[in-house]
């Protein structure tokens, strides 16, 4: 698989685009498009071939997406390379993706948070209003963290549902 179609190239590199504009490094992106897209695994030179990057670029960019669990080692029957996969399930794969952001953003935010509400309250030295707008941060972050952990415990189905049912829910809550 070297040669892209005019639209897996348009698709590929929107991806990196958005990738960029998401804090993903540009070449993790691609990847992960290129994977995605592709109807059968592909194996790291192919990767590079297909889209002219670095080899040591597409071996630490593979690692990233398998840290995210978006990306996964397949093996080939007759072939010792390792292959690449990507979920294909795009709802499975962005509540990873979330859980992820959560994990890595959100959760060491409040940790943070957490601290410096500490801290100004052992030094009491910290401004009222400084503090006032940490705890209206911290619960923010708290009610939206709790309100992910109760959508990630409903199956798919009914996110999907959820997400779906767009003004209805406005409607429901009596929200123009």
Sequence with gaps: MSALTPITEKFVLHWGEMGTRWGINRTVAQIHALLYLSERPLHAEEITDTLGVARSNVSN???ELQSWGIV??????????DHFESLTDV??????????????EIDPTLA??????ADAKATRRTEPHVVKRIEAMKEFFETTSS??????????GAVVKFVKMGSKLRKLLGVA
């Design 112 to 117: 943070l948070l957490d601290d410096c509400l």
């Design 147 to 156: 309100w992910y952990a109760d959508l990630r415990r409903l199956p798919t």
């Design 72 to 81: 996964k080692i397949t093996h080939v029957m007759g072939d010792r390379r």
């Design 61 to 63: 960019s593979l690692k």
């Design 91 to 104: 709802w499975e794969m962005f509540q990873i993706v979330l859980d992820e952001r959560k994990r890595r």
